[in-house]
């Protein structure tokens, strides 16, 4: 196990209702003039937007807005949203929606007091150590932004979709209510259980020894997410199958899971390019090269890979038999996400394969990707190739 | 699964040496005159007495020490600790060693701000909404307190072990080097143990339904302690099996795993009445009461009991079999308590039954005690004699 630092300050109001007490927190935070960032009209449908706006006048917090914050965030909004704030005296960034929302209100949060291009922190030119606080609403289980220290935007001019992480992006306050997300189409809540599980097989995937704690606290939460994703699908409006995704969901990015570890990473990476060029739904990405990136790079770990094979998907092949206890796992892995009406190749999910070395150049500029394996231009370009 | 609010900001510093760092710790906490609290000679024998009074020296923290505090720590040092601060305008209290230390440290914490008697708090007469800042440098992996809510004490004049909590009492940072619990003597690496599993069993055993996330976690934690508690008696100065035991005993008592339940906590109750009278170690009280409290409250929720018996101790008696299935746990989980050399019953921690009444009678006297099943003095009585 390695030496870690753990430190999840945001607080969580979980359950029927919550989302009245918004202004309340905000207040409590000592927020006094407020930017609510949100996406299209879901939350206008769904009542969200009235409860939330009410709470704030009920507050008397004065309050400007930022909406139409798409999927895979772009970061144009995000300097929008910074002049509102500086040119308004904002000082709390309320999001409510999934992931995009969050991040865009985490990037704003960062820009406003620095004063440079605030696309810096996300090329890692600086580390941000200031940011106006910032609370969450969710309404989609997937990212895991609502208390999470990163942000991921994707830059309109290049197409360059990068991610930035600093204690400070940790939100003060993730409200979660899972009636919110009982209205979540199928194809949502699939996409977001494959972020989820992603999240946890991301950190699960590591070279660190004697982790064995942290290796069972991530099965129980992989096989949550394996039996509850589908049960979802067939009951959208029950609360507690939805509840328990939700919670999963935070707790699967919470960085808790990953204390004395480090994790791989290297499948974000490589879906990265995929959703900044063809702008499909990350976890659909995710579903497409998770699966290739085991098949390539399992036997640099493969005792790792028989015991997710055993514990995660009860594959009880002999244990000298590795090879046949991996490519049942995956199997199954692959099973998964198709039962979830998600594609497991690029070609289901309509993406050519004429730019495929474009992408793995792009993946690797900064540098080789992934800790489980190394992967370089090279690498990336045969996972893609096993995607196809 | 209930609503709830989950807020736990303490800062976990683990690892090897981590220790090194408290003094900066306590100065970004903005802490200036410090409170040293500990136990008896063994922080000085393994060099932290040094470490950290060497960092305190370093930092230009001035200190003062308030030793000799005792397991089953007592109500007297804690007086004696507010004497010191309000004396000496001391604002941070650092607490090297077990639950002992961090409890006393937390008693005092709130006692210092609160112009009536401290032992109102354990009494429940008022809630601590005031303290001043506490740290805990870990040396025991038990109670749990180094990031929990909680202190508990015995009022030596009647001997009461009362316990309280207020979200004002977690420490702002645990500090957890596994390193320093090397040297733990096998009988306190086995009831520190013993307190971690009792922590987890204690939230798992609930009527609530609909937590099967937490659930999992539950197990897992709990399957992490009853793998290395062996193993550590075995391989004491094994840095990873003390390191997977730390860990989940810290995880076992902060709250996040009793997120959207209710848990039982009648057999802590139990408990306290024996180390308040004989004086033994908590968790050898545990593993005398945990069995019995069990073949008590089976029948109140038969398949919480199944589950616990096939997910913690693989008993795969067939599900309709519930009676054997449970009596097969119970008998598992007294023999995990007896290979570690503690006691499953009160004849053998040396405990006579003369005094069952008298201890059911004031185990009740607040109320009846426990969730899973309402115990009032009656069924204490019948737990103290089923674990005669």
Same mark, same amino acid.
């Given at each position: 196990?390695?030496?870690?630092?753990y430190?999840?300050?945001a607080?969580?109001?979980?359950?029927?209702?919550?989302?009245?007490?918004a202004?309340? $927190?905000?207040?409590?935070?000592?927020?006094?003039?407020?930017?609510?960032?949100y996406? @299209?009209g #879901?939350i206008?449908?769904?009542?969200?937007?009235?409860?939330?706006? =009410?709470?704030?006048?009920?507050?008397?917090?004065p309050?400007?807005?930022?909406?139409?914050?798409?999927?895979?965030?772009?970061l144009?909004?995000?300097?929008?949203?910074?002049?509102?704030?500086? $040119?308004n005296?904002?000082?709390?960034?309320?999001?409510a929606?999934?992931?995009?929302?969050?991040?865009?209100?985490?990037?704003?949060?960062? /820009?406003?007091?620095?004063?440079?291009?605030?696309?810096?922190?996300?090329?890692?030119?600086v580390?941000a150590?200031?940011?106006? &606080?910032?609370?969450?609403?969710?309404?989609?289980?997937?990212? @895991?932004?609502?208390t999470s220290?990163?942000?991921?935007?994707?830059?309109?001019?290049?197409l360059?979709?990068?991610?930035?992480?600093?204690?400070v992006?940790?939100?003060?306050?993730?409200?979660?209510? &899972?009636?919110?997300?009982?209205?979540?189409?199928?194809? *949502?809540?699939?996409?977001?259980?494959s972020?989820?599980?992603?999240?946890?097989?991301e950190?699960?995937?590591?070279?660190? =020894?004697?982790?064995?704690?942290?290796?069972?606290l991530?099965?129980? #939460?992989?096989?949550?997410?394996?039996?509850?994703? &589908?049960?979802?699908?067939?009951?959208p409006?029950?609360?507690?199958?939805r509840?328990?995704?939700?919670?999963? /969901?935070?707790?699967?990015h919470?960085?808790?899971?990953?204390?004395?570890?480090?994790?791989?990473? @290297?499948?974000?990476?490589?879906?990265?390019?995929? #959703?900044?060029i063809?702008?499909?739904?990350?976890?659909?990405?995710?579903?497409?090269?998770?699966?290739?990136?085991?098949?390539?790079v399992?036997?640099?770990?493969?005792?790792?890979?028989?015991?997710?094979?055993?514990?995660?998907?009860?594959?009880?092949?002999?244990?000298?038999?590795k090879?046949?206890?991996?490519?049942?796992?995956?199997?199954?892995?692959?099973?998964?996400? !198709?039962?979830?009406?998600? &594609?497991? !190749?690029?070609?289901?999910?309509?993406?050519?394969?004429?730019?495929?070395?474009?992408?793995?150049?792009?993946?690797?500029?900064?540098?080789? *990707?992934g800790?489980?394996?190394?992967?370089y231009?090279? =690498?990336?370009?045969?996972?893609?190739?096993?995607?196809?």
């Amino acid at each position: 196990m390695n030496n870690f630092v753990y430190h999840n300050p945001a607080k969580i109001l979980f359950g029927k209702g919550v989302e009245k007490d918004a202004a309340r $927190e905000i207040r409590a935070c000592g927020g006094t003039r407020v930017l609510l960032v949100y996406g @299209g009209g #879901s939350i206008k449908r769904s009542g969200l937007y009235d409860t939330l706006t =009410d709470s704030l006048k009920a507050e008397g917090l004065p309050f400007w807005e930022l909406p139409g914050v798409q999927p895979n965030p772009r970061l144009t909004p995000v300097k929008e949203g910074i002049r509102l704030c500086r $040119e308004n005296g904002i000082d709390f960034l309320l999001a409510a929606g999934g992931g995009s929302a969050i991040d865009t209100a985490k990037g704003i949060a960062v /820009g406003v007091p620095y004063n440079g291009d605030v696309w810096d922190f996300y090329e890692r030119k600086v580390k941000a150590e200031k940011a106006l &606080p910032v609370g969450a609403v969710l309404t989609i289980p997937a990212a @895991g932004s609502e208390t999470s220290d990163s942000s991921v935007l994707t830059k309109e001019e290049g197409l360059r979709k990068l991610g930035c992480g600093s204690p400070v992006m940790i939100p003060r306050f993730a409200i979660m209510n &899972p009636e919110l997300t009982c209205t979540l189409p199928a194809y *949502q809540t699939a996409c977001g259980a494959s972020d989820i599980l992603a999240h946890l097989m991301e950190r699960y995937f590591t070279q660190v =020894d004697h982790v064995d704690f942290t290796d069972r606290l991530l099965e129980a #939460s992989m096989r949550t997410i394996l039996d509850y994703a &589908p049960l979802a699908l067939a009951h959208p409006e029950d609360y507690d199958i939805r509840a328990e995704i939700m919670w999963a /969901g935070t707790i699967a990015h919470n960085n808790l899971l990953d204390t004395g570890r480090v994790g791989d990473w @290297g499948s974000h990476r490589i879906e990265h390019e995929l #959703s900044a060029i063809y702008d499909i739904a990350h976890g659909a990405g995710l579903a497409v090269v998770f699966p290739a990136w085991m098949k390539y790079v399992w036997r640099d770990g493969p005792d790792r890979f028989v015991q997710f094979a055993a514990r995660v998907f009860g594959v009880e092949i002999a244990h000298g038999n590795k090879e046949r206890a991996v490519e049942a796992a995956i199997a199954r892995l692959e099973q998964f996400y !198709r039962s979830l009406g998600l &594609p497991t !190749r690029l070609s289901e999910a309509g993406i050519p394969d004429d730019r495929l070395r474009e992408m793995a150049q792009k993946c690797t500029l900064p540098g080789p *990707q992934g800790n489980f394996k190394k992967l370089y231009e090279e =690498d990336v370009y045969n996972i893609y190739c096993l995607a196809k």
